[in-house]
């Protein structure tokens, strides 16, 4: 096979079903744009029906088609519901990726349990049901998959910058989906489902626009990450196409720091 086309083959997601959840803006939306121009059918999930819908009609008009279903990924029976739909139309899932959470900070000795639960119930309760319903469809058709979840360096490390930062709930649920994301891989390497994470570091989304609302603040960040800026979305993406392709068929159980030297 010559050069190019293996190149096109290793990269291509032509005939997969790929879900992301977190669809409908940041890393999830240019996760899902990069997987429809790659050839993948794509189906968003958010629970933004504005931003879903605007989200599926960015990805119009790529290789691959683009379909959203609006979910809470804090709703356990929505999960289960919206997932046997995605089974119905689309005939099966081959790739998923978890992009959505919550990120709500604030100290540890007030912090509100009902938020707490919350975050838990979105960032790793969602995920990890979004990882076995779609693990189920793999495993119905004997097709083995790709499954990549978005953790983070908060995940890691928990002295990223070398400044306090409180945010219980997000630091525990981030380091739950790192080792979650090893257990399932050794758990369905067998199957031949590899399960892998990226851990992003600052990324220019709604997420962190509190630091980006504030030049000083943002600078004073900037100035922490070797390469020296922010990542845009799409820097994400790529490295998450590369893990949900053929390119990293040897790859499972990994976390892949996408953080611009941050832990480095
Ligand atoms: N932006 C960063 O600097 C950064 C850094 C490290 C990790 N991450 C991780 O990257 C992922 C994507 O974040 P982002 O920066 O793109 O943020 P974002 O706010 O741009 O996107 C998050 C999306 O998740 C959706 N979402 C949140 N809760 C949901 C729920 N209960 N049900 C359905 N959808 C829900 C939101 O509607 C939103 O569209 C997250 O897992 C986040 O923790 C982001």
Do not use: H
Not at 6 to 30: D, H, M, P, Y
Not at 46 to 53: A, F, G, S, V
Not at 197 to 223: C, F, K, N, Q
Not at 240 to 250: D, T
């Amino acid at each position: 096979m010559s050069i190019s086309k293996t190149l096109e083959t290793r990269l291509s997601l032509a005939g997969k079903t790929a879900v992301v959840t977190g669809a409908a803006s940041g890393i999830g939306l240019a996760t899902a744009r990069l997987f429809s121009q790659l050839g993948a059918q794509t189906v968003l999930l958010d629970r933004d029906p504005d931003k879903l819908k605007s989200g599926v009609d960015v990805c119009a008009g790529q290789p691959g088609q683009a379909i959203g279903f609006e979910v809470d990924l804090g709703n356990a029976a929505a999960i289960e519901k919206c997932f046997e739909q995605i089974n119905d139309k689309c005939g099966g899932i081959d790739i998923l990726v978890n992009s959505a959470a919550m990120n709500v900070s604030g100290p540890s000795v007030d912090y509100d349990l009902a938020t707490w639960q919350q975050v838990i119930d979105v960032n790793l309760t969602g995920l990890f049901l979004a990882c076995r319903l779609s693990a189920r469809s793999m495993i119905d058709r004997k097709v083995g998959g790709s499954i990549v979840n978005v953790a983070s360096v908060g995940g890691l490390s928990a002295n990223i910058t070398g400044r306090a930062n409180a945010n219980p709930s997000y630091r525990a649920t981030k380091g739950g989906v790192v080792n979650l994301t090893r257990a399932l891989a050794v758990e369905w390497a067998s199957l031949n489902i590899r399960v892998n994470a990226v851990a992003p570091g600052y990324v220019r989304t709604p997420m962190i626009s509190r630091l980006t609302d504030d030049p000083a603040r943002e600078a004073a960040t900037v100035e922490k990450i070797p390469l020296g800026r922010l990542a845009e979305p799409e820097e994400i993406g790529w490295v998450i196409a590369f893990l949900a392709g053929e390119g990293a068929s040897m790859v499972t159980g990994q976390i892949l720091p996408v953080d611009g030297g941050l832990l480095a």
